[in-house]
Nanobody
Framework: QVQLVESGGGLVQAGGSLRLSCAAS????????VGWFRQAPGKEREFVAA????????YVADSAKGRFTISRDNAKNTVYLQMNSLKPGDTAVYYC???????????????????????WGQGTQVTVSS
């Protein structure tokens, strides 16, 4: 089990940007595929983006495509979610999650469903004002 820590959330006006970070407390994030999810009050947890262990393969949900970018720096044990052109509808608690990729697929594999992930961070609040 790995402990994940998110940071970078806050209050921003519509059209603004934020960069979220996700790190593993034991420095092992470079051995996991990572995903970002969000959950707004009264709504189910929603997939936002995912990145393979290598960082070569990424996927961004349609709701965030063209505005959000997921990346990673394995030397820094960190995965990032760059969020631009933020909208009030992006307001939510954002969570990162991790899981080791299946050996058959090597380092170029990611997961899109919340149920596939093993470990989760505590979340960071993002609030976008209109």
């Amino acid at each position: 089990q790995v402990q994940l820590v998110e940071s970078g959330g806050g209050l921003v006006q519509a059209g603004g940007s934020l960069r979220l970070s996700c790190a593993a407390s034991d420095g092992t994030l470079d051995t996991y595929a990572v995903g970002w999810f969000r959950q707004a009050p009264g709504k189910e947890r929603e997939f936002v983006a995912a990145i393979s262990l290598s960082g070569d393969i990424t996927y961004v949900a349609d709701s965030a495509k063209g505005r959000f970018t997921i990346s990673r720096d394995n030397a820094k044990n960190t995965v990032y979610l760059q969020m631009n052109s933020l909208k009030p509808g992006d307001t939510a608690v954002y969570y990162c999650a991790s899981r080791a990729p299946p050996r058959l697929y090597g380092t170029n594999y990611y997961y899109r469903r919340a149920a596939e992930y093993d470990d989760w961070g505590q979340g960071t609040q993002v609030t976008v004002s209109s």
